[in-house]
């Protein structure tokens, strides 16, 4: 009987036909062109910082962002800034204190440097009030303006005690000097400034660590949570506080050789390990190398400092800055009582010698 040929089972693969060779070499050029652009275009991605991922090996370190944000912001001509601090305490005797501040500053001439702040003070609990109102500095002089007063027991405000209307005050500008004390005392502690920020670059005394990039008002912005060392932390306040008292004339100088630096470093030390581990986030721009904001939250247990007492107080503080080196109209106000107007010199000379006069017990009429 005549064998048929095998036949090719249902399953079994076809042999593939063979690539020409120019084909194959043609398919290799092109996915060879394509991973080269793909290289080079995506390095140049990097190094541009037009994509610029946490693992780039061309992003800049966080040492040398926040270092030359440091330096840039000691050059601004002008900048706005809003600054906020709450601080709620829950235990057996409640309490929320929250402050604001609203300002811009104009140091375009450093002979005539400018600044207009205005702020809110709230305090809720037991003994609940609230203030807010303006500051102005125009070179050597002062202004200041309370807009609200809202105290319900003034027993503890002097002024009404030595005849002052709180009226007069409120809702009108206050000229006081800055003058040539003010001018002096800023020559006189240049050097101590230029000290103070030595100490403060050579000492460092946190850890940075990278968090992801985030986007303000259009803005992409480096972030970075800082760290703080404890100890080294203590030791550079220490030094601080030292070469302050130094500053401060004889009895300065005889409290910081009889205190030393030790002593202060061991109380400040004790307080930091009593507050925790302390960190907030630093937000600078990646196009101007400048400090929009920085964040700071933190709970802290209340007998840490005060045994036998339970609850906790939670501390929110936040600054965010804006508006870099765009111009600000900052004018000395047109209407304005001086100083010596609203209180006596005798009010002056007793608080000058520390006796504070007693305010009779009856409510602020708003």
């Not at 949570?225 to 203590?234: P, R």
């Not at 630096?261 to 960190?279: P, R, T, W």
């Not at 721009?285 to 840490?304: A, C, Q, R, S, Y």
């Amino acid at each position: 009987m005549e064998q048929l040929p095998n036949q090719p089972t249902y399953g079994s693969t076809m042999p593939s036909m063979p690539v020409p060779t120019k084909k194959l070499g043609l398919l290799i050029r092109v996915i060879s062109i394509v991973v080269l652009l793909g290289v080079v275009g995506g390095g140049a991605l990097l190094a541009t910082r037009v994509w610029d991922p946490l693992w780039s090996p061309f992003r800049p370190s966080p040492e040398e962002v926040i270092s030359e944000a440091f330096n840039k912001m000691q050059l601004l001509k002008s900048s706005h800034s809003e600054i906020k601090l709450v601080v709620d305490t829950k235990d057996t005797d409640p309490q929320k204190v929250s402050l604001t501040l609203s300002g811009n500053s104009d140091n375009n001439d450093p002979e005539n440097i400018k600044s207009d702040v205005k702020f809110n003070l709230s305090v809720v609990g037991e003994n609940s009030f609230s203030l807010g109102g303006d500051f102005k500095m125009i070179g050597k002089d002062g202004y200041f303006r309370i807009s609200e007063i809202n105290v319900p027991d003034i027993e503890t405000l002097f002024v009404m005690g030595s005849g002052i209307d709180l009226n007069t005050i409120k809702e009108n500008w206050i000229k006081f000097p800055l003058g040539d004390q003010f001018t002096n005392q800023t020559a006189e502690t240049k050097s101590f400034q230029e000290t103070i920020t030595r100490m403060v670059s050579e000492n460092k005394v946190y850890t940075l660590n990278q968090l992801p990039d985030q986007k303000i008002e259009g803005q992409k912005i480096y972030c970075y949570l800082a760290v703080l060392d404890n100890e080294k932390t203590a030791k550079l306040l220490a030094d601080i506080i030292v070469e302050s008292m130094k500053q401060s004339g004889q009895s300065g100088q005889e409290m910081a050789i009889l205190l030393g630096g030790g002593a202060i470093k061991g109380m400040v030390e004790e307080f930091l390990n009593k507050v925790g581990e302390i960190n907030f986030e630093l937000l600078v721009g990646k196009e101007d190398n400048l400090l929009h904001g920085l964040n700071f939250n933190k709970v802290i247990e209340l007998t840490n400092f005060e045994a036998g007492r339970k609850g906790m107080a939670s501390i929110d503080f936040e600054i965010s800055n804006s508006k870099f080196n765009q111009p600000v109209a900052i004018e000395a106000p047109i209407d304005y009582k001086n100083f010596e107007e609203v209180f006596p010199p005798e009010l002056i000379s007793l608080l000058m010698m520390g006796n504070i006069p007693q305010a009779p017990m009856f409510p602020l009429a708003n």
